[in-house]
T-cell receptor, first 113, second 113 residues
Framework: EAGVAQSPRYKIIEKRQSVAFWCNPI?????LYWYQQILGQGPKLLIQ????????DSQLPKDRFSAERLKGVDSTLKIQPAKLEDSAVYLC???????????FGNGTRLTVT | SQKIEQNSEALNIQEGKTATLTCNYT??????LQWYRQDPGRGPVFLLL?????KEKRKERLKVTFDTTLKQSLFHITASQPADSATYLC????????????FGKGTHLIIQP
């Protein structure tokens, strides 16, 4: 089966600019997650979707971050405006259901200068 | 607040020996625990899942234990090989609808030939 696809692989922007990341999960996976991984840290959950709906966005900085999952498949994560502390790898993951393992993409490495 | 602790420093093990990684948690009652492997520049890859009512799980050279009284999981790699060198992440799941995992910082394991 094809894995989780993410693009772009790398992105460099200046602070106060906007950026968007795209994710295509494994076919048939109802649950989609966006994680932020800062260098030397473990992944931190930003938002979880179940099909089209948001299940958990308690750690999403909603003043600058937004995410959507159209038609219950692809998802985009947007940052506007970006801050220096947003420099991190943004990982997308999908799973079949609760208790299921997460399948991660290789992430987008964002550098904010 | 919830806290997950893993060996903060790199763990150096000689090839052929058993590597044991520790995951301790506080202020959390997980329904299950998962271990992931992460290589540089890649997303985490699922290894093992153990539920709260299970004491031990095995998969080939891997073994994980889960002690909910001690609030600790141990992850063992027997007959370690240089190819096992990676960062290993412990992740806790609450179960239910909002089942996004909470990750530890990870332990960097180095298997020396």
């Amino acid at each position: 089966e094809a894995g989780v696809a993410q693009s772009p692989r790398y992105k460099i922007i200046e602070k106060r600019q906007s950026v968007a990341f795209w994710c295509n999960p494994i076919s048939g996976h109802a649950t989609l997650y966006w994680y932020q991984q800062i260098l030397g840290q473990g992944p931190k959950l930003l938002i979880q979707f179940q099909n089209n709906g948001v299940v958990d966005d308690s750690q999403l900085p909603k003043d600058r971050f937004s995410a959507e999952r159209l038609k219950g498949v692809d998802s985009t994560l947007k940052i506007q405006p970006a801050k220096l502390e947003d420099s991190a790898v943004y990982l997308c993951a999908s799973s079949l259901q609760g208790y299921s393992p997460l399948h991660f993409g290789n992430g987008t490495r964002l550098t904010v200068t | 607040s919830q806290k997950i602790e893993q060996n903060s420093e790199a763990l150096n093990i000689q090839e052929g020996k058993t590597a044991t990684l520790t995951c301790n948690y506080t202020n959390y009652s997980p329904a299950y625990l998962q271990w992931y492997r992460q290589d540089p520049g890649r997303g985490p890859v699922f290894l093992l899942l153990i539920r709260e009512n299970e004491k031990e799980k095995r998969k080939e050279r891997l073994k994980v234990t889960f002690d909910t009284t001690l609030k600790q999981s141990l992850f063992h790699i027997t007959a370690s090989q240089p190819a096992d060198s990676a960062t290993y992440l412990c992740a806790l799941g609450a179960g239910g609808g909002a089942d996004g995992l909470t990750f530890g910082k990870g332990t960097h394991l180095i298997i020396q030939p």
